[in-house]
């Protein structure tokens, strides 16, 4: 399979847990994104990589959230001291380069606080 | 500030029937792109396309059409002869920063429900 994987595809934890979320992009990709999906909503930007460079984070990530990518190549999102309002799934997404192409999506992560 | 803005949040077609799905979006960007995404129940946004500001062509992809009209900022997406597999939700979305490509802000998506 050569699309956007994300690890765990669901993961149910409790209010003040620390979870983390993996993604492997798309082998030649250099550029990845965190998206953030609520029920009945549309996702939400949270985080851009450039290769291992963090370059871009949205006002919805508190200090709570924290991404990196290493290598340049997967990436991981940890949500620290999770409260019940953090339960969303987690998108990952990754392209080839500037505004020309397209993002791929994977399925993402769906976490549950309880 | 960017915006983008899907009013429909639901519509219930039956098998055949074309609908279009609305989008309107604001931006102060001068150059920018466009997108259309499914997001079936499996949950992954599968791309449809993608439009330069530039470019104001219509396009068809099969039973699939896209109206860009710059002058009232909507990119409206048609399906023709809709089928039961067209079930999904469907989300208009537009980049900002440009030059990082895929930063995308999402409408709230239009849920499309095709009876058989």
């Known amino acids: 399979d050569t699309g956007v994987s994300q690890d765990p595809r669901h993961k149910i934890t409790k209010r003040g847990q620390n979870v983390t979320f993996r993604c492997d992009p798309i082998?030649?990709?250099?550029?990845l994104y965190w998206y953030r999906q609520t029920l009945g909503q549309g996702p939400e930007f949270l985080t851009y990589f450039q290769n291992e460079a963090q370059l871009e984070k949205s006002r919805l990530l508190s200090d709570r959230f924290s991404a990196e990518r290493p290598k340049g190549s997967f990436s991981t999102l940890e949500i620290q001291r999770t409260e019940q309002g953090d339960s969303a799934m987690y998108l990952c997404a990754s392209s080839l380069g500037a505004g020309k192409t397209e993002a791929f999506f994977g399925q993402g992560t769906r976490l549950t606080v309880v | 500030a960017q915006k983008v803005t899907q009013a429909q949040t639901e519509i219930s077609v039956v098998e055949k029937e074309d609908v279009t799905l609305d989008c309107v979006y604001e931006t102060r960007d001068t150059t920018y792109y466009l997108f259309w995404y499914k997001q079936p129940p499996s949950g992954e946004l599968v791309f449809l396309i993608r439009r330069n500001s530039f470019d104001e062509q219509n396009e068809i992809s099969g039973r699939y059409s896209w109206n860009f009209q710059k002058s009232t900022s909507s990119f409206n997406f048609t399906i023709t002869a809709s089928q039961v597999v067209d079930s999904a939700v469907y989300f208009c979305a537009l980049n900002f920063n440009n030059n990082a490509g895929n930063m995308l802000t999402f409408g709230g998506g239009t849920r499309l429900m095709v009876k058989p």
């Open positions: 082998s030649e990709h250099n550029r």
